[in-house]
């Protein structure tokens, strides 16, 4: 039975309706729907009566049409399916339209062969295909890559009929990068698709460039009244002539790229170029060079860093530097993983010698941030960096950085109730170098001064509270000693005296045991921390060469203090 275009636009739009279950639908309900619809794909209003809706309905239930739609009525005025994942797009195609797809595929098969005609190619196979499952009911004899899971491909019928109708359009669209999505208005001109995942590529307004946006991330199309800016330098034939994937800069002109591609990879690239301007260059008996060019972007590197080992960027530098980074970065996520063996270790020695060491907790990318955002705040806030106290006040960005996931299970691995008490930002370079003596970390800092028993010799530095607390708060306390760079003997490095940190020393005693004990040398990696007692005996010597060493200080404890006194810098973790 023939069904015309407006007749199958009906029944879609019925569909899609009776799908959604958060809304009761009546019959006037879907008669408003389809008429929407039909003026939206025609642009003109349509006069739909209800006999036409009822009809349809009675079309969609029946096996004319293979559809057998299970609709019903209850309430005696709503509509719905009563089965509910049901949809007329997952029914099995008719015999007739079966006989009329297989007519098609055949004419379309006789330009296979003619330039014009040579995109279709694989249009024509996915529909031989499927023409054949359907008819023998045997499995698929090709697979082409799909993604069933890919968001916002329901939208590509609606774009595209937008664009064929230059209709100004109205998006909700929130990024990966955006806390809250955005609604604004889009001109769309073209749609693209890059590696099973399509694009929108337009414009917002007149004063700016062309962007595109990912269908996945979209929220919300509708029509808007604004007249449609065509922009008369946008040529979709031309524009991703320079570029692999979809990110173009109008203004970068394309570089010669060139990489070197070893034996195993080669023949991969030569039968499946990265772009058509590839060129082989020279080869060897290791490998091939190949040029293209093409702009520096996203897509060009993630490409480059899908043959890993395999492939080599020569020049341009900066691109060849960005892989480096990428790939060292890659290697980075590995090394910070702590297993929990590590975790165990360090928890035992943190409690029978009063330190632990653990390298690469933290990324080098983490550490790169991390220096940066201390840098700008120490310039423009002209303050001493030396030695910078309270510092997740003053700086609570840092924590998106420091309470990643390795620093969480630590602390958890050493008490799940611990909380932050104390922040401390080190920096001995050679212009602030200086040693410190043998020493106990014993005063905490707290909000205000409250009398207590047990609390003595408080202090008043600059604002900072301090005194020193009963021994058992010591010694539950615990801090961990984030190092920014390389740390060694040579740039004064932490020296600790293994199992010191039993008890609280006095003066005569902690001279009697550090003249008479050999110390460790804490040489930590950038990224890596150290864990340590407070009451542990320590020092460091100056640092000998021109090298800074940076290290945050974090400080943690379980115990609350008693009767209102507070921790100035308490914080949960």
Aim: proline share 3%; glycine share 4%.
């Amino acid at each position: 039975m023939a069904v015309n275009k407006n007749a199958l636009i009906r029944y879609k739009t019925i569909d899609k309706c009776l799908q959604n279950n958060f809304r009761q639908w009546t019959l006037s309900d879907l008669i408003e729907a389809v008429s929407d619809a039909l003026f939206e794909y025609e642009g003109k209003d349509v006069d739909v009566s209800k006999r036409t809706v009822q009809l349809d309905l009675q079309m969609m239930r029946s096996d004319k049409l293979g559809y057998n739609a299970p609709i019903v009525v209850y309430n005696r005025k709503y509509y719905k399916y009563d089965i509910e994942d049901y949809s007329i797009t997952n029914s099995p195609i008719s015999n007739q339209d079966l006989s009329k797809l297989s007519e098609a595929v055949s004419f379309l098969k006789q330009f296979q062969g003619f330039s014009h005609f040579s995109e279709l190619g694989s249009m024509v196979q996915k529909l031989e295909n499927h023409v054949y499952t359907q008819k023998t009911h045997e499995k698929s004899l090709i697979d082409f890559e799909k993604n069933e899971n890919l968001k916002g491909l329901q939208f590509l019928d609606k774009l595209y009929q937008f664009i064929l109708k230059k209709q100004t359009i109205e998006i909700t669209y929130q990024s990966f990068k955006a806390r809250k999505e955005n609604t604004f208005v889009f001109y769309p001109y073209l749609l693209k698709e890059f590696r099973n995942r399509w694009f929108i590529i337009g414009r917002r307004q007149k004063n700016e460039g062309i962007m595109n946006l990912a269908l996945d991330r979209i929220i919300t199309i509708n029509t808007s009244d604004n007249p449609f800016v065509l922009d008369s330098s946008f040529n979709s034939e031309t524009y991703y002539k320079d570029t692999i994937g979809v990110s173009v800069s109008p203004n970068l002109e394309p570089e010669q790229v060139l990489l070197y591609v070893n034996h195993k990879q080669a023949p991969y690239v030569l039968t499946k170029p990265f772009h058509h301007s590839q060129k082989e260059i020279s080869r060897d008996n290791y490998g091939v060079t190949i040029a293209l060019d093409v702009q520096l972007n996203f897509e060009l590197e993630k490409e480059i860093l899908g043959f890993g080992e395999g492939l080599k960027v020569i020049t341009p530098e900066r691109l060849k530097r960005n892989i480096k980074e990428r790939l060292y970065d890659a290697v980075d996520a590995y090394e910070t993983e702590i297993s929990d063996k590590n975790l165990r270790t360090i928890g035992k020695r943190l409690e029978q010698k009063g330190f632990g060491i653990l390298n690469h907790v933290y990324t080098k990318r983490d550490i790169r941030k991390l220096k940066a955002k201390f840098d700008i705040y120490i310039k423009e806030n002209n303050v001493a960096g030396f030695g910078m106290r309270e510092v997740l006040l003053k700086m609570p960005e840092l924590k998106a950085i420091l309470f990643n996931k390795s620093f969480k299970r630590l602390i958890q691995s050493i008490d799940k109730t611990m909380f932050l008490t104390k922040a401390i930002y080190f920096d001995k370079s050679p212009k602030d170098n200086w040693y410190v003596n043998w020493h106990q970390d014993v005063p905490i800092n707290v909000s205000e001064k409250v009398e207590i028993e047990g609390f003595k010799s408080w202090t008043n530095k600059k604002g900072v509270i301090s005194v020193c607390p009963p021994e058992a708060v010591s010694k539950n306390t615990f801090a961990m000693r984030i190092h920014l760079d390389d740390t060694t003997i040579k740039n004064g490095a932490l020296k600790v005296i293994p199992g010191s940190h039993n008890k609280r020393l006095t003066d005569e005693e902690i001279k009697l045991i550090s003249n008479n004990s050999i110390p460790f040398v804490s040489e930590v990696n950038s990224g890596g921390v150290q864990l340590i007692k407070p009451l542990l005996l320590h020092a460091s010597s100056e640092s000998k060469i021109q090298s800074r060493r940076r290290v945050l200080h974090l400080e943690f404890s379980s115990i609350e203090l008693p009767n209102g006194l507070e921790y100035a810098e308490r914080e949960d973790l």
